[in-house]
């Protein structure tokens, strides 16, 4: 049950962009609580989505 419950934080994590404050709100739990289940599940920050419609944070152009 803890496995799934890590599983489900981490994908509103990554659903929220890493918004710990709305995936609490979404989770239905306090912010503290969710820092703490962070900490005890050794959840980092998401990586960005992989959705290809995503704006992407690197430059598809070298600079020079």
């Known amino acids: 049950l803890a496995e799934v419950e890590r599983q489900h934080i981490a ?3 990554r659903y929220t962009g890493g918004n710990k404050t709305r995936a609490a709100e979404i989770l239905q739990i306090s912010y503290p609580t969710l ?7 050794h959840l980092a920050d998401p990586p960005a989505p992989t ?5 992407s944070t690197e ?3 070298p600079e020079e």
């Open 35 to 41: 820092l703490s289940k962070i900490r005890k599940y």
């Open 59 to 61: 430059s598809e152009e």
């Open 51 to 55: 959705d290809p419609f995503w704006p």
């Open 11 to 13: 994908e509103v994590l």
